[in-house]
């Protein structure tokens, strides 16, 4: 079973610039659920997607938008970079949109010089 | 405003003993609550989750969830130095199924 894989693992932008961030789901998973991770913070939930669709988005603005593919994997896009956005983003997938647990990739670490 | 606490820490046990990690939440309808351990730089990983109340044991883990104080807690047992990390609790409330985080607890376990 292949698990959660992101890319790229590590990037520097800078202030003004866009990003693209890239997720493929686990096997078998077909909702993705990107979070922001700040240092010393707990993930916050940026947006999930099921079946290609968004399924609930946390408090961030309209420059951080996504989408899901038919084979589920996922793109978180940021534009117009800020110094705040320099932060751990994570990916998890999961089975379905109940209940069931997420799982994780490594996650990329986006810095903004 | 939906919240999930957890006490910062950092909780220091020894090598050997059961370390006690508590989560309070505050949504009434939230249903599934997860335990992630979180070593620094890298992502959260699954360690327990549980949706009903009472005890959920997997090895040296115990969950324990008790809906009507609104706490889940996990124990650690025979702690070792590799359990040292931060220990995240989540809750997934709501419609639309996204997790509420804490942000979790510094445990370390010394030899």
């Known amino acids: 079973e292949t698990g959660v894989t992101q890319s790229p693992t590590h990037l520097i932008k800078t202030r003004g610039q866009q990003v693209t961030l890239r997720c493929s789901s686990q096997?078998?998973?077909?909702?993705v659920s990107w979070y922001q991770q700040a240092l010393g913070q707990g993930p916050q939930f940026i947006f999930q997607y099921y079946r290609e669709e968004e399924n609930g988005r946390g408090n961030f603005p309209p420059r951080f938008s996504g989408l899901q593919f038919p084979n589920y994997s996922s793109e978180l896009n940021v534009n117009a970079l800020e110094l705040d956005d320099s932060a751990l983003y994570l990916c998890?997938?999961?089975?379905?949109?109940?209940?069931?647990?997420?799982?994780f990739g490594d996650g990329t670490r986006l810095s903004i010089l | 405003q939906k919240e999930v606490e957890q006490n910062s820490g950092p909780l220091s046990v020894p090598e050997g003993a059961i370390a006690s990690l508590n989560c309070t939440y505050s949504?009434?309808?939230?249903?599934?609550f997860f335990w992630y351990r979180q070593y620094s730089g890298k992502s959260p990983e699954l360690i327990m989750f549980i949706y009903s109340n009472g005890d959920k044991e997997d090895g040296r883990f115990t969950a324990q969830l008790n809906k009507a104080s609104q706490y889940v807690s996990l124990l650690i047992r025979d702690s070792q130095p590799s359990d040292s990390a931060t220990y995240l609790c989540?809750?997934?409330?709501?419609?639309?199924?996204?997790?509420?985080w804490g942000l979790g607890t510094s445990l370390a376990v010394n030899p």
């Open positions: 998890a997938s999961s089975r379905d949109r109940s209940y069931q647990p997420q799982h």
């Open positions: 989540a809750v997934n409330a709501g419609n639309n199924r996204k997790l509420i």
């Open positions: 096997s078998g998973h077909n909702t």
């Open positions: 949504d009434r309808g939230s249903q599934s």
